[in-house]
């Protein structure tokens, strides 16, 4: 790994890992999963999936239990709601979830974080 200007961080040569299937992806529910000691969780939105931290900022809940509607994510506890395409939160623009790459093979849904 290299990179001309020192303020760009490349990315990471951590690997892909299986977070679940496609078709239990599309039945509606989001999939959640641990990778690398990361919780995350992965949604499908408008034929696209996008995989972002599978806990709450606000008090740890459980966010692959959540809604979606739209490309905004509530989070089943209390409610608070998240920008899945920026990550930050509607209710506290201070906290913005992590988002990471999603790669589909086959049925297999991968994360990488
Ligand atoms: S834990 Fe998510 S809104 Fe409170």
Request: proline share 4%; glycine share 10%; net charge negative.
């Amino acid at each position: 790994m290299s990179t001309q200007d020192s303020n760009v961080l490349i990315a990471t040569s951590r690997a892909f890992q299986r977070v679940g299937s496609l078709s239990e992806l599309r039945s509606g529910k989001p999939v959640g999963a641990i990778v690398e000691g990361k919780e995350v969780a992965v949604f499908a939105v408008d034929e696209e999936f996008i995989a972002t931290a599978g806990i709450c900022p606000h008090a740890d809940g459980p966010l692959h239990e959540g809604e979606v509607e739209g490309r905004l994510l509530t989070c089943p506890w209390h409610g608070w709601q998240f920008n899945l395409d920026s990550g930050i939160c509607e209710d506290d623009p201070c906290l913005t979830l992590a988002r990471y790459e999603v790669r589909i093979e086959g049925d297999d849904i991968l994360v990488r974080v």
